[in-house]
């Protein structure tokens, strides 16, 4: 009897430590259950979120696209409108030109020749009126020694001697007075 005492006891023992693994073995399957539960609501959770975004970024495309293609009509629009403008620009302008073409041939000559000489007379004002410029930079540093008294007479009457001579040069090589530079610009 005592061997089935202890066999008995065993017996015990195994059915304990078997429902002690079934409860543990419960319980970590429980644990598992729960944590893909929770993997799938935030799985869940993220899709519907990503589906939102992607909505909302669909939306803002599609606006977009609306946009710019209004955006790319009015352009056209502006576009074809200044294009039109340019052709009646050049229209009015070409006219005239190609009337002066068809002008006989000894007045177009006689306007090359005026605006030949006017051109000419435009370059020697320029070079007049930078001549003058040289002699006035020329007095005026002159002008500032004497000022300042550091020549004494002679050196005086030599700048004013300069400035004459100097004077007298522009006059003879142009053989035009400063009066009637100023009258011609």
Do not use: Y
Not at 22 to 51: A, F, N, P, Y
Not at 117 to 129: A, M, V
């Amino acid at each position: 009897m005592k061997s089935l005492q202890n066999e008995n006891e065993t017996l015990i023992q195994q059915v304990n430590l078997l429902k002690s693994e079934q409860r543990h073995t419960g319980s970590q399957h429980k644990e598992e259950l729960k944590r893909k539960d929770k993997q799938i609501k935030r799985g869940r959770k993220k899709r519907i979120v990503w589906t939102k975004t992607n909505w909302h970024r669909l939306t803002l495309l599609a606006k977009a696209k609306k946009k710019m293609k209004t955006t790319k009509g009015q352009w056209r629009s502006k576009f074809q409108l200044l294009e039109a403008n340019l052709h009646q620009e050049f229209e009015k302008k070409v006219n005239p030109l190609e009337r002066d073409r068809q002008l006989p041939m000894e007045s177009w000559i006689m306007g090359e020749e005026e605006w030949k000489e006017r051109e000419r007379t435009k370059e020697h004002i320029s070079l007049l009126t930078d001549q003058l410029q040289e002699c006035s930079v020329e007095t005026k540093q002159e002008d500032d020694i004497i000022e300042q008294g550091l020549g004494n007479r002679t050196e005086k009457d030599q700048a004013g001697n300069i400035i004459h001579n100097r004077h007298d040069e522009l006059q003879s090589e142009h053989g035009s007075k400063p009066q009637e530079v100023e009258k011609t610009e």
